[in-house]
């Protein structure tokens, strides 16, 4: 029994160290609104990690990196932020007209070196700034890769205004081809998306309706961008849905556990992107 | 009924809309709107978007019968639920509107009368169009109802279509 506890023990710290953490739970920011009128509007924001769209049963997400940004550029203050066991909540007081952007950008740096003929991790936090301190003076063989995780929401008040869409070139952002705040079930809408400021081209696109729970299947739409980064995204119907967009992960299926995630495996850069978006009905 | 069409009317909207009477022989159209009685435990009149669609041109906002009169302009924090005038028109607008904002109607027939050349509809270049009538009510559902009909209009002719339940029997006729 106590053998089996060790090798539990074990097993968790490995999968606990393993490069792509959540891997099978879904991150997301739910609006209670992403259209407004009005002269004092407020929308309220659940946050949280969970496997089914859009139940707070698992996890909250951690709002230490998200920030708000108003139309004209300024950052704004989350206000009544909480965070419980399964959500976290904020609002923003939406005072300009037009759109809002919502949301984090969380950048890690990951990899590993050999000293003395043993391969040793990066320690968790390193960034691209602290990567030198990082490496002990002898290390060989040092491998890394940065990823760039973007979660963002996008609101407006009044007529839809896209100043708030100009690219950080960081990581995968979008750019409205159409807005992301006027969509219609039943139309089809065309969003571009970038790769460190460049259109990304060939990256998969998830798109997940929310309601998952009072359904049979997932109904998920597996798109990807072309050439142009660009994706068209038809509503089947009205609704809130997730969407995610990520670089492509290295294949894990025959991979013996723990060395699928070998730092040698891993792409020197990965990112991935997720927003909530609501479509209207017509 | 009219006066509560008008009653916001500002100074400066008389003066940009000129003079109130109509250049003689001037066409005018005539809209009923029959908002249903409905037996439901919560009633509130139904926000009404009133709008025209030139086609292939841009949508016009000729009447928004909402809550104007609330505290802080309160009222207009539903205005989006007219979600295809918002789209449409509404989203890109100021409120109160000169002209366009009016009080919430009682159940029955309502009519509203507007005049080609004056205040929102402005002139209109011969053409099809759509009239398009739209209501949303607190804690009920909404309805959009569309009137297509060719500018300038035959005499004595009449466009009507009916919602099924939060719009009743909605009517155009044309008038010099």
């Given at each position: 029994?106590?053998?089996?506890?060790?090798?539990?023990i074990?097993?968790?710290?490995?999968?606990?160290?393993?490069?792509?953490?959540?891997?099978?739970?879904?991150?997301?920011?739910?609006?209670s609104?992403?259209?407004?009128?009005?002269?004092?509007?407020?929308?309220?924001?659940?946050a949280?990690?969970?496997?089914?769209?859009?139940?707070?049963?698992?996890?909250?997400?951690?709002?230490?990196?998200?920030?708000?940004?108003?139309?004209?550029?300024?950052?704004?203050?989350?206000?009544?932020?909480?965070?419980?066991?399964?959500?976290?909540?904020?609002?923003?007081?939406?005072?300009?007209?037009?759109?809002?952007?919502?949301?984090?950008?969380?950048?890690?740096l990951?990899?590993?070196?050999?000293?003395?003929?043993?391969?040793?991790?990066?320690?968790?936090?390193?960034?691209?700034?602290?990567?030198?301190?990082?490496?002990?003076?002898?290390?060989?063989?040092?491998?890394?890769?940065?990823?760039?995780?973007?979660?963002?929401?996008?609101?407006?008040?009044?007529?839809?205004?896209?100043?708030?869409?100009?690219?950080?070139?960081?990581?995968?952002?979008?750019?409205?081809?159409?807005?992301?705040?006027?969509?219609?079930?039943?139309?089809?809408?065309?969003?571009?998306?970038?790769?460190?400021?460049k259109?990304?081209?060939?990256?998969?696109?998830?798109?997940?309706?929310?309601?998952?729970?009072?359904?049979?299947?997932?109904?998920?739409?597996?798109?990807?961008?072309?050439?142009?980064?660009?994706?068209?995204?038809?509503?089947?119907?009205?609704?809130?849905?997730?969407?995610?967009?990520?670089?492509p992960?290295?294949?894990?299926?025959?991979?013996?556990?723990?060395?699928?995630?070998?730092?040698?495996?891993?792409?020197?850069?990965?990112?991935?992107?997720?927003?909530?978006?609501?479509?209207?009905?017509? | 009924?009219?006066?509560?069409?008008?009653?916001?009317?500002?100074?400066?909207?008389?003066?940009?809309?000129?003079?109130?009477?109509?250049?003689?022989?001037?066409?005018?159209?005539?809209?009923?709107?029959?908002?249903?009685?409905?037996?439901?435990?919560?009633?509130?009149?139904?926000?009404?978007?009133?709008?025209?669609?030139?086609?292939?041109g841009?949508?016009?906002?000729?009447?928004?019968?909402?809550?104007?009169?609330?505290?802080?302009?309160?009222?207009?924090?539903?205005?989006?639920?007219?979600?295809?005038?918002?789209?449409?028109s509404?989203?890109?607008?100021?409120?109160?509107?000169?002209?366009?904002?009016?009080?919430?109607?009682?159940p029955?027939?309502?009519?509203?009368?507007?005049?080609?050349?004056?205040?929102?509809?402005?002139?209109?270049?011969?053409?099809?169009?759509?009239?398009?009538?739209?209501?949303?009510?607190?804690?009920?559902?909404?309805?959009?109802?569309?009137?297509?009909?060719?500018?300038?209009?035959?005499?004595?002719?009449?466009?009507?279509?009916?919602?099924?339940?939060?719009?009743?029997?909605?009517?155009?006729?044309?008038?010099?």
């Amino acid at each position: 029994m106590k053998k089996l506890l060790v090798r539990t023990i074990a097993a968790v710290a490995l999968s606990a160290s393993l490069a792509t953490p959540a891997l099978a739970h879904r991150q997301w920011m739910l609006p209670s609104a992403t259209t407004f009128s009005g002269d004092d509007v407020w929308v309220t924001v659940d946050a949280a990690v969970s496997n089914d769209l859009f139940y707070f049963e698992h996890r909250p997400l951690r709002l230490d990196n998200v920030k708000a940004w108003a139309p004209d550029g300024s950052e704004v203050p989350l206000e009544h932020q909480s965070t419980a066991q399964y959500r976290s909540t904020f609002d923003v007081h939406l005072v300009q007209k037009g759109t809002y952007r919502i949301g984090s950008a969380n950048d890690m740096l990951m990899g590993s070196y050999v000293l003395n003929g043993k391969t040793e991790r990066l320690p968790r936090g390193t960034t691209k700034e602290t990567l030198a301190k990082a490496i002990p003076a002898g290390a060989t063989n040092v491998q890394t890769s940065e990823s760039t995780n973007r979660n963002e929401l996008y609101v407006t008040v009044g007529e839809p205004t896209a100043a708030i869409f100009k690219p950080a070139s960081k990581g995968i952002e979008l750019v409205p081809v159409t807005h992301p705040n006027d969509l219609v079930a039943g139309e089809a809408a065309t969003f571009q998306f970038l790769l460190d400021g460049k259109p990304a081209a060939d990256l998969p696109v998830t798109v997940i309706p929310g309601g998952i729970r009072y359904r049979d299947q997932l109904n998920q739409m597996d798109l990807k961008t072309g050439a142009d980064g660009k994706v068209s995204i038809t509503w089947p119907a009205a609704g809130m849905y997730w969407v995610n967009v990520t670089t492509p992960r290295p294949a894990r299926g025959n991979a013996e556990e723990g060395k699928a995630s070998a730092p040698t495996a891993m792409p020197a850069r990965r990112a991935s992107y997720v927003t909530t978006l609501e479509v209207m009905a017509p | 009924m009219q006066l509560s069409h008008h009653i916001i009317l500002t100074g400066a909207a008389l003066g940009a809309t000129g003079a109130l009477t109509a250049p003689a022989g001037a066409q005018t159209i005539d809209l009923t709107v029959n908002i249903p009685r409905l037996k439901v435990a919560e009633y509130h009149r139904p926000y009404v978007a009133i709008w025209l669609e030139p086609a292939g041109g841009t949508a016009r906002t000729l009447s928004v019968w909402y809550d104007y009169d609330m505290k802080d302009n309160e009222g207009t924090k539903w205005l989006r639920d007219v979600r295809q005038w918002w789209r449409a028109s509404g989203r890109g607008m100021k409120f109160p509107a000169d002209g366009i904002s009016g009080a919430t109607r009682a159940p029955g027939p309502q009519k509203i009368s507007f005049t080609a050349g004056r205040g929102a509809i402005g002139k209109l270049a011969p053409g099809q169009y759509t009239l398009v009538v739209e209501a949303a009510r607190e804690v009920g559902g909404r309805e959009l109802v569309r009137l297509p009909f060719a500018w300038p209009p035959k005499p004595g002719q009449t466009v009507s279509a009916a919602g099924k339940a939060e719009l009743g029997a909605v009517s155009l006729s044309f008038r010099k």
